[in-house]
């Protein structure tokens, strides 16, 4: 029987700051969860100066604009933010649309009625010679690119991972 | 005699109240300035053909004439968010700073919660806390969905609120800089948005849930540092629930009234009920009827807690 810590998935554990750090078995560090942006997604080095991560459940990863003595007793700290724990790291829809803006790599823009789809659950054949994998997905609106969430490349086919409570439906334009 | 008929004494103009509460209100959304500004909501909304009228206090409250709030873009993103204009009031009052640290007592499902995240430029501690764990989740889904960072969501009763799970020693958190406590009431004044908030009223309602509402202030008094600002709203008429909580609470805490600085009209609170006679700093309140601003019906009011 080892002593060594273990992740409890009912409390808020902050995430060590590097590997050197970790306590517990195959928690995601902070410096790794930065550079997993800015590798994947482009995103400034300096794009989360000022939030703390922390883990509850296994791998869910939480991005929180304050700080707080670890562990934290509590329903939600932050917000939901990436999923780790498993062969490829994913976003989170919310994560995506908060912090998607600064993304300048592994981008897909779609068409206005790609995008309607899209928001409603459907899974696309779009064009794209990028990276498979987890990509964020964008559209244009009111003059800018907007990010709408996450889809999963694979097989020429993108994947719709918005979550069924934030799929909907929205009309075209009249 | 319906529950308005009661508070038809206190108007100025019965004939005019009893008919705004006869009228349904207009889909009303808020801005959310985390993730978009005004100009953005409006010119998205043009772009999907969705008519929209500013109201004539905030330009980040809209009301949206002929449609519901929710199948469109701008909701999609969580630029903008379903909120009755006058429930837009109590966080404009607590008037967050951010990096202030602030509990929001009786958050679910979220509303005003998220309105004082984005005041506080989603920077500083929010506690966003709930007795009810089911509703919590609504409030959980609203804050990620309109991109809320700052905010720890807790499951406790607010009349004996613990900052321990806040980590009280050391580095954590031993009192808050302004506390919102909207409390749960008998929802008169939501009438012309739940038609049937009647169906449940009674007498024995409004002085049990008068009972909740002077624990819960209490402890958010307790639990703000001096200097410090508490708000205490309710969506309802009853003095039992407003003034007289007030009246309670002034009397055993350490704590003040003070102006309310409201951008809608309405009138103070009063000093006398049913043969009651309440502190007399409780005109400082806010009472905000239907037919003073075409909204629902509301109650504001501002303490500064310590001497």
Same mark, same amino acid.
């Not at chain 1, 029987?1 to 902050?14: E, H, I, K, L, Y």
């Given at each position: 029987?080892?002593?060594?810590?273990?992740? /409890?998935?009912?409390?808020?554990?902050?995430l060590p700051a590097? *590997?050197?750090?970790? $306590?517990?078995?195959?928690?995601?560090?902070?410096?790794?969860?930065?550079?997993?942006?800015?590798?994947?997604?482009?995103?400034?080095? /300096?794009?989360?100066?000022?939030?703390?991560?922390?883990?509850?459940?296994?791998?869910?990863?939480?991005?929180? *604009?304050?700080?707080?003595?670890?562990?934290?007793?509590?329903?939600?700290?932050?917000?939901?933010?990436?999923?780790?724990?498993?062969?490829?790291?994913?976003?989170?829809?919310?994560?995506?649309?908060?912090?998607?803006?600064?993304?300048?790599?592994?981008?897909?823009?779609?068409?206005? #009625?790609?995008?309607?789809?899209?928001?409603?659950? $459907?899974?696309?054949?779009?064009?794209?010679?990028? #990276?498979?994998?987890?990509?964020?997905? *964008?559209?244009?609106?009111?003059? /800018?690119? $907007?990010?709408?969430?996450?889809?999963?490349?694979?097989?020429?086919?993108?994947?719709?991972?918005?979550?069924?409570?934030?799929?909907?439906?929205?009309?075209?334009?009249? | 005699?319906?529950?308005?008929?009661?508070?038809?004494?206190?108007?100025?103009?019965?004939?005019?109240?009893? =008919?705004?509460?006869?009228?349904?209100?207009?889909?009303?959304?808020?801005?959310?300035?985390?993730?978009?500004?005004?100009?953005?909501?409006?010119?998205?909304?043009?772009? =999907?053909?969705?008519?929209?009228?500013?109201?004539?206090?905030?330009?980040?409250? +809209?009301?949206?004439?002929?449609?519901?709030?929710?199948?469109?873009?701008?909701? =999609?993103?969580?630029?903008?968010?379903?909120?009755?204009?006058?429930?837009?009031?109590?966080?404009?009052?607590?008037?967050?700073?951010?990096?202030?640290?602030?509990?929001?007592?009786? =958050?679910?499902?979220?509303?005003?919660?998220?309105?004082?995240?984005?005041?506080?430029?989603?920077?500083?501690? +929010?506690?966003?806390?709930?007795?009810?764990?089911?509703? +919590?989740?609504?409030?959980?889904?609203?804050?990620?969905?309109?991109?809320?960072?700052?905010?720890?969501?807790?499951?406790?009763?607010?009349?004996?609120?613990?900052?321990?799970?806040?980590?009280?020693?050391?580095?954590?958190?031993?009192?808050?800089?302004?506390?919102?406590v909207d409390a749960?009431?008998?929802?008169?004044?939501?009438?012309?948005?739940?038609?049937?908030?009647?169906?449940?009223?009674?007498?024995?309602?409004?002085?049990?849930?008068?009972?909740?509402?002077?624990?819960?202030?209490?402890?958010?008094?307790?639990?703000?540092?001096?200097?410090?600002?508490?708000?205490?709203?309710?969506?309802?008429?009853?003095?039992?629930?407003?003034?007289?909580?007030?009246?309670?609470?002034?009397?055993?805490?350490?704590?003040?009234?003070?102006?309310?600085?409201?951008?809608?009209?309405?009138?103070?609170?009063?000093?006398?009920?049913?043969?009651?006679?309440?502190?007399?700093?409780?005109e400082k309140a806010?009472?905000?009827?239907?037919?003073?601003?075409?909204?629902?019906?509301?109650?504001?009011?501002?303490?500064?807690?310590?001497?």
């Open positions: 029987m080892s002593d060594a810590p273990t992740n /409890d998935g009912q409390v808020f554990d902050r590097t *590997a050197d750090d970790r $306590e517990v078995a195959g928690r995601a560090t902070r410096a790794e969860v930065i550079e997993w942006w800015v590798d994947r997604f482009g995103l400034p080095a /300096d794009a989360f100066d000022g939030y703390t991560f922390w883990e509850k459940g296994a791998g869910k990863v939480w991005i929180f *604009a304050a700080d707080l003595p670890t562990p934290v007793d509590a329903e939600g700290v932050g917000m939901t933010f990436l999923r780790t724990r498993q062969e490829h790291w994913k976003p989170t829809t919310n994560a995506a649309q908060r912090f998607g803006r600064e993304a300048t790599r592994n981008v897909i823009d779609l068409a206005p #009625d790609e995008a309607r789809r899209f928001l409603a659950g $459907e899974d696309l054949d779009p064009a794209w010679d990028g #990276d498979w994998g987890y990509l964020i997905v *964008a559209h244009e609106l009111a003059g /800018d690119r $907007e990010p709408i969430g996450v889809g999963l490349y694979v097989h020429d086919e993108l994947r719709s991972v918005v979550p069924k409570g934030r799929r909907a439906s929205v009309s075209p334009p009249e | 005699m319906t529950p308005l008929e009661r508070y038809e004494s206190l108007v100025d103009d019965a004939e005019a109240f009893r =008919a705004a509460c006869d009228r349904p209100l207009p889909a009303v959304v808020r801005v959310n300035t985390i993730k978009a500004t005004a100009d953005r909501v409006r010119t998205a909304l043009d772009e =999907a053909g969705i008519a929209h009228e500013p109201t004539d206090w905030h330009p980040g409250v +809209l009301r949206l004439p002929r449609d519901s709030p929710g199948r469109n873009w701008p909701h =999609a993103h969580g630029w903008i968010h379903g909120q009755e204009e006058v429930s837009n009031l109590p966080a404009l009052v607590l008037d967050p700073d951010p990096g202030d640290r602030v509990w929001d007592a009786c =958050a679910a499902p979220g509303s005003k919660t998220t309105q004082l995240a984005a005041l506080m430029g989603d920077r500083g501690l +929010l506690v966003g806390n709930d007795n009810n764990l089911g509703r +919590l989740s609504a409030l959980r889904h609203n804050a990620e969905r309109l991109g809320v960072t700052n905010l720890v969501v807790t499951n406790q009763d607010a009349r004996n609120f613990s900052l321990k799970p806040l980590g009280s020693q050391g580095a954590g958190v031993d009192a808050f800089d302004r506390v919102l749960p009431c008998s929802c008169e004044g939501t009438i012309r948005k739940n038609p049937d908030a009647f169906d449940t009223w009674s007498l024995d309602h409004v002085r049990s849930v008068a009972g909740v509402q002077k624990g819960i202030l209490r402890r958010a008094v307790q639990a703000t540092r001096p200097g410090g600002t508490v708000v205490y709203s309710t969506c309802t008429f009853a003095p039992e629930e407003n003034e007289a909580v007030l009246d309670h609470v002034l009397e055993r805490e350490d704590c003040r009234l003070v102006d309310v600085d409201a951008p809608l009209d309405g009138v103070p609170g009063v000093t006398e009920w049913e043969g009651d006679r309440f502190d007399p700093s409780v806010l009472r905000i009827y239907p037919h003073h601003n075409d909204t629902g019906g509301f109650f504001c009011a501002k303490l500064e807690v310590g001497s």
